[in-house]
């Protein structure tokens, strides 16, 4: 599965280089609440503009510690933007692909803790919305629905778009 993600990531990579055109790319750090285990994380999203309505938008999240589990997961999402003409407003629909790697602390039966992680892909599906507040820089706001194996749960998502 490793060898997977890394060569996935090695071609997002090729991708970014061959898009340098200015405004074509964004950084976006990104808070997350996901409803599974009440957890809130944080992550990065570059974004990449294909054309006016078309983005890519992969990103890495980390969930921090709740309830003795945490997890951390790559998602590839696309958004079709619907810009409100003469507006600094646009929302989007998403979809796209998750992998999530779970861990939770367990101790077993003579009292030794050890850790227990499961892998999950699935998918996402949602809803995104942004706020132009500068020339490079955006505000936004995702909900997303992950069906992954063995369960499901919605991910809300806070960022901010930094355009270069």
């Known amino acids: 599965m490793k060898k997977y ?7 997002f990579s090729t991708l970014f280089i061959a898009k340098a055109e200015s ?3 964004a950084i976006a750090p990104q808070l997350s609440f996901a409803t599974k285990h009440s957890t809130v994380g944080i992550g990065a999203q570059v974004q990449i503009d294909i054309n006016d309505h078309l983005r890519l938008a992969p990103d890495f999240f980390y969930y921090i510690k709740n309830k003795k589990s ?19 407003f646009a929302y989007y629909p ?4 998750s992998y999530h790697r779970y861990k939770t602390e367990m101790i077993d039966e003579e009292g030794e803790k050890y850790d227990e992680k499961h892998d999950r892909i699935g998918a996402n599906i949602g809803v995104g919305a942004q706020y132009q507040i500068g020339d490079m820089m955006h505000l936004f706001a995702e909900e997303r629905f992950q069906l992954l194996k063995d369960y499901y749960q919605s991910v809300t998502v806070l960022g901010v778009r930094f355009i270069f």
Do not use: C, Q
């Open 5 to 11: 993600i890394l060569m996935a990531l090695l071609a």
């Open 23 to 25: 405004g074509d790319m």
């Open 70 to 88: 945490s997890a951390y997961g790559f998602d590839f999402n696309v958004h079709y933007l619907f810009p409100k003409e003469g507006s600094k």
């Open 94 to 97: 998403l979809a796209g692909f």
